[in-house]
């Protein structure tokens, strides 16, 4: 069965420090992974998303996240993060694509001055 | 573009009434609309899918009697709680697909906080 596995719980940077929040996923092929930004109270937003091609994939607000097949895995990061970046961010996984979503459990991001 | 507008955002009612949440396509057909339910500090769990014009599809352990879902048009899908309870209280999130393949992403409402007294 498809997992998705987010294993830090709560980060805390410092705003202007890099970021890196770790996803891996246990899927038999190549699923179609995403990320989504969650402020309190809010919906998801989508930052981004991999299909196919580039394992390097840029989104918005300055994000990126890297596909790494060998270790099924596909983290997020930013080189600066920014007081406003502080929120829940989940990592999804579609193995048919974008019609059906596993969550993890997500990645509360506290940013400190 | 790709807007999704979910409404309300904020309900408190009493147990046993029942409360219908909206979800809106505002600029594009969703052919598939997805509900969520988040519990504090968990991960999103999927209730059912939509799909305009046929009957939804729900979960496993998710009561179709109890959360009747209709989507009678490619831009609006329902979420009826019915009989609401306390236990019923959560923040609850529709999703909008327009993709016919595989390569079109969901986008989220705002979501709904539902508080059953």
């Known amino acids: 069965a498809q997992s998705v596995t987010q294993p830090d719980i709560h980060i805390t940077v410092s705003e202007g420090a890099s970021l890196e929040l770790r996803c891996n996923y246990s899927?038999?092929?190549?699923?179609?992974l995403f990320w989504y930004v969650q402020s309190p109270g809010q919906g998801l937003q989508l930052l981004l998303k991999y299909f196919s091609g580039d394992t390097l994939v840029q989104g918005i607000k300055g994000f990126e996240a890297e596909f790494k097949r060998s270790q099924s895995s596909f983290n997020l990061r930013k080189p600066s993060v920014h007081w406003s970046d502080a929120a829940e961010y989940f990592c999804?996984?579609?193995?048919?694509?974008?019609?059906?979503?596993?969550f993890g459990t997500g990645t509360r991001l506290t940013v400190i001055p | 573009g790709a807007v999704v507008s979910q409404h309300p955002s904020r309900v408190i009612c009493k147990s046993g009434t029942s409360v219908k949440i909206e979800c809106r396509s505002l600029d594009f057909q969703a052919t598939t609309m997805f509900w969520y339910r988040q519990f504090p500090k968990k991960s999103l769990m999927l209730m059912a899918t939509?799909?305009?014009?046929?009957?939804?599809?729900?979960e496993q352990g998710v009561e179709k009697d109890k959360f009747l879902i209709n989507h009678a048009s490619l831009t609006l899908s329902t979420l009826t709680v019915t009989s609401a309870h306390p236990e019923d209280s959560s923040f609850y999130i529709c999703s909008a697909y327009a993709g016919t393949g595989f390569n079109q992403p969901q986008h989220f409402g705002d979501g709904t906080r539902l508080s059953i007294l």
């Open positions: 899927y038999g092929a190549t699923p179609y």
């Open positions: 999804a996984v579609g193995p048919t694509g974008a019609n059906n979503l596993f």
């Open positions: 939509s799909n305009e014009g046929s009957k939804a599809t729900y």
